[in-house]
């Protein structure tokens, strides 16, 4: 049981490349969310879904888009990388929704850098 | 943006001694209050949490007490311990249903 893994770890990008963080878990979890992390700053929810085909807006949506085709599933697109967007990366996963009862298992994150 | 407040940012407590985080909300959709532990390098997990039925709640040395009148609950790590140093993070629920985290707190207990 491998529970919420996370790809690549580290990832340096220019200022306007795209490119897409993976997420999978494999504890049959409805929930799945995207947090950044910033100093100072806490986690802050960019993109949540609520089962597959449904996805929601967190706090921070602005450039980046999710879709979740299956249950295991769960990316992040980065469309046009800025330097606003250097941050820490947490994929997690819950049984049910947040907060309500239900843990929340964090991936390992993906450290990303934009130039 | 509903918040939640976390402070102190930052606690140096001596090997023994007692750690005290605090967190205020301002309204909440759901009455869980969980608090999770990260260590460098790693993501966040469950430390702990406190459903509205109990005003306290203790796990070995990590306690929560709860407020709900004043909106705040807080952890208290007894005898802390140089293991324990971490970030420490407080979460409520928002009037939407999302989990919203405080700021966190960087621990550093010393030997």
Partial sequence: NAGVTQTPKFQVLKTGQSMTLQCAQDMNHEYMSWYRQDPGMGLRLIHYSVGAGITDQGEVPNGYNVSRSTTEDFPLRLLSAAPSQTSVYFCASSRGLAGAYNEQFFGPGTRLTVL | ?111
């Fill in chain 2, 1 to 111: 943006q509903q918040q939640v407040k976390q402070s102190p940012q930052s606690l140096i407590v001596q090997k023994g001694g007692i750690s005290i985080i605090n967190c205020a909300y301002e309204n909440t959709a759901f009455d869980y209050f969980p608090w999770y532990q990260q260590f460098p390098g790693k993501g966040p997990a469950l430390l702990i949490a406190i459903r509205p039925d109990v005003s306290e709640k203790k796990e070995g040395r990590f306690t929560i007490s709860f407020n709900k009148s004043a909106k705040q609950f807080s952890l208290h790590i007894m005898d802390s311990q140089p293991g324990d140093s971490a970030t420490y993070f407080c979460a409520s629920m928002d009037s939407s249903y999302k989990l919203i985290f405080g700021s966190g707190t960087r621990l550093l207990v010393r030997p």
